[in-house]
């Protein structure tokens, strides 16, 4: 058997919300990063497209991968309610 960990491709998300879902993961205990590394900027040595940098692709574990889908199913909507409703009582839910 091998030590060696293999990922499988997650999906693309809102480069605002991958910290988020990055450490959802942590917590559950899945291995998950991003094609490229979400805090620095894209480089032009990746040629993956006109509308990706590849730091929005989100790779997990592929043991991993039904719990990491579940998660963003279920858990990460509630998560992103909550931080909404949390900015709506802080700044009175008014707009710009």
Do not use: C
């Not at 060696?4 to 899945?30: H, K, S």
């Amino acid at each position: 058997m091998s030590d060696t960990l293999r990922t499988a491709w997650l999906g693309r998300f809102d480069p605002l919300v991958i910290p988020i879902i990055l450490d959802m993961f942590e917590e559950a205990g899945i291995y998950a990063t991003t094609k490229l590394p979400h805090d620095q900027p894209a480089t032009s040595t990746y040629n993956l497209g006109s509308f990706s940098t590849g730091a929005d692709m989100v790779l997990v574990d592929a043991a991993r991968l039904d719990d990491a889908r579940r998660l963003v199913d279920e858990r990460l909507p509630r998560i992103l309610a909550e931080m909404s409703a949390e900015l709506d009582v802080e700044f009175g839910g008014e707009g710009p």
